[in-house]
């Protein structure tokens, strides 16, 4: 009896610390949101996997490398020396996102297009989701209407890389087809 | 409930945190369920401490051994960042607290699940720690109780 008294008790103050909790992180990301701090800071948020849901960073740091097969993650290769300053590997193939951009040739309508990390005037491998059209930076919106609200960072004018012949890809490429 | 029940409670809660931590090796479907799973033992575990929580918190301001105090803070860190990873495991799991279509939920609900998954990670780690000696003390009992039979004492709070 007093461990159901006390389990309502916990359950209660559960709810209440979970309703707060959820109020406060939607006004936090609104707040975010209002101030335009998402753009500015540099966050590396806007990945993430299809497949778990958690953060491109996240999902990369539990394996320590990006994944040479499908393993469920979404990596993040970042590569400071190269021109190319993000690789994107898909999570159900393992190709490069320029690789399966190849596949699929030119973005989509509406594609929005921008250079990673920002290095103007270098020239750069668009990392364009085929399914949306969207920038790789902000892939997570593959499934869905484009470009999330908060994925915008900052890039110059980019050059979409060619075609590639003889890409081929493999099955389940839920984030990329 | 006997100590040793509520240590197997416990260590069957902890494993089942660390796999559900770890949603590239189970899945995440096993890693949804898991999660889900896990709300009751928690919640169990919670309410069987809930008299020491109490007492703990009332004396907070007053007398109150160090170690409780720290032990208090962490669980208060535990407490608030599991809260908030099941909260935020809910908002962006697709079809369930977020639209079936990716990309629709702020990025902030994802700092958050990450965040929040790897801070109650290390706050069980540090929590284990403080209440090693009810675990160590509990474990032996259970060891020596098989070749000597001896009054039951486990009632001390971990």
């Given at each position: 009896?007093?461990?159901?008294?006390?389990?309502?008790?916990?359950?209660?103050?559960?709810?209440?610390?979970?309703?707060?909790?959820?109020?406060?992180?939607?006004?936090?990301?609104?707040?975010?949101?209002?101030?335009?701090?998402?753009?500015?800071?540099?966050?590396?948020?806007?990945?993430?996997?299809?497949?778990?849901?958690?953060?491109?960073?996240?999902?990369?740091?539990?394996?320590?490398?990006?994944?040479?097969?499908?393993?469920?993650?979404?990596?993040?290769?970042?590569?400071?020396?190269?021109?190319?300053?993000?690789?994107?590997?898909?999570?159900?193939?393992?190709?490069?996102?320029?690789?399966?951009?190849?596949?699929?040739?030119?973005?989509?309508?509406?594609?929005?297009?921008?250079?990673?990390?920002?290095?103007?005037g270098m020239p750069s491998t668009v990392q364009v989701c085929p399914a949306t059209g969207c920038a790789a930076t902000s892939c997570h919106a593959t499934e869905g209407n484009g470009r999330?609200?908060?994925?915008?960072?900052?890039?110059?004018?980019?050059?979409?890389?060619?075609?590639?012949?003889?890409?081929?890809?493999?099955?389940?490429?839920?984030?990329?087809? | 409930?006997?100590?040793?029940?509520?240590?197997?409670?416990?260590?069957?809660?902890?494993?089942?945190?660390?796999?559900?931590?770890?949603?590239?090796?189970?899945?995440?479907?096993?890693?949804?369920?898991l999660s889900f799973a896990i709300i009751l033992p928690a919640l169990l575990h919670l309410s069987l401490n809930w008299e020491w929580v109490v007492y703990a918190m009332s004396r907070l301001?007053?007398?109150?051994?160090?170690?409780?105090?720290?032990?208090?803070?962490?669980?208060?860190?535990?407490?608030?960042?599991?809260?908030?990873?099941?909260?935020?495991?809910?908002?962006?799991?697709?079809?369930?607290?977020?639209?079936?279509?990716?990309?629709?939920?702020?990025?902030?609900?994802?700092?958050?699940?990450?965040?929040?998954?790897?801070?109650?990670?290390?706050?069980?780690?540090?929590?284990?720690?403080?209440?090693?000696?009810?675990?160590?003390?509990?474990?032996?009992?259970?060891?020596?109780?098989?070749?000597?039979?001896?009054?039951?004492?486990?009632?001390?709070?971990?």
């Amino acid at each position: 009896m007093r461990i159901l008294r006390n389990l309502l008790m916990v359950s209660a103050v559960t709810g209440i610390v979970a309703m707060g909790l959820y109020a406060g992180i939607n006004a936090l990301g609104n707040g975010l949101d209002a101030t335009g701090l998402y753009a500015s800071s540099q966050l590396p948020t806007k990945l993430v996997c299809p497949a778990t849901g958690c953060m491109a960073t996240a999902c990369h740091g539990m394996t320590g490398s990006p994944p040479p097969s499908s393993t469920g993650q979404f990596a993040d290769a970042r590569r400071p020396s190269s021109a190319q300053s993000a690789t994107l590997v898909c999570p159900a193939t393992g190709c490069s996102a320029a690789t399966c951009h190849a596949t699929t040739g030119e973005p989509a309508p509406g594609s929005r297009t921008r250079a990673p990390g920002g290095q103007s005037g270098m020239p750069s491998t668009v990392q364009v989701c085929p399914a949306t059209g969207c920038a790789a930076t902000s892939c997570h919106a593959t499934e869905g209407n484009g470009r999330p609200p908060h994925s915008g960072r900052g890039g110059g004018p980019v050059q979409v890389q060619p075609e590639e012949e003889g890409d081929e890809e493999p099955e389940g490429n839920a984030l990329w087809q | 409930m006997s100590a040793k029940a509520r240590l197997a409670l416990d260590a069957a809660l902890f494993l089942a945190f660390i796999a559900a931590y770890n949603p590239v090796a189970t899945g995440i479907p096993v890693h949804i369920w898991l999660s889900f799973a896990i709300i009751l033992p928690a919640l169990l575990h919670l309410s069987l401490n809930w008299e020491w929580v109490v007492y703990a918190m009332s004396r907070l301001a007053g007398k109150l051994h160090g170690v409780s105090r720290i032990q208090l803070s962490v669980d208060a860190v535990l407490f608030i960042s599991v809260v908030a990873c099941c909260v935020s495991g809910v908002v962006v799991t697709p079809g369930l607290g977020a639209p079936a279509v990716l990309g629709t939920v702020p990025g902030i609900w994802y700092i958050v699940h990450s965040f929040t998954a790897d801070l109650s990670t290390i706050a069980i780690v540090v929590h284990l720690a403080l209440h090693w000696r009810w675990i160590a003390g509990v474990v032996r009992r259970a060891i020596t109780a098989q070749r000597l039979v001896r009054p039951a004492d486990s009632r001390v709070h971990p």
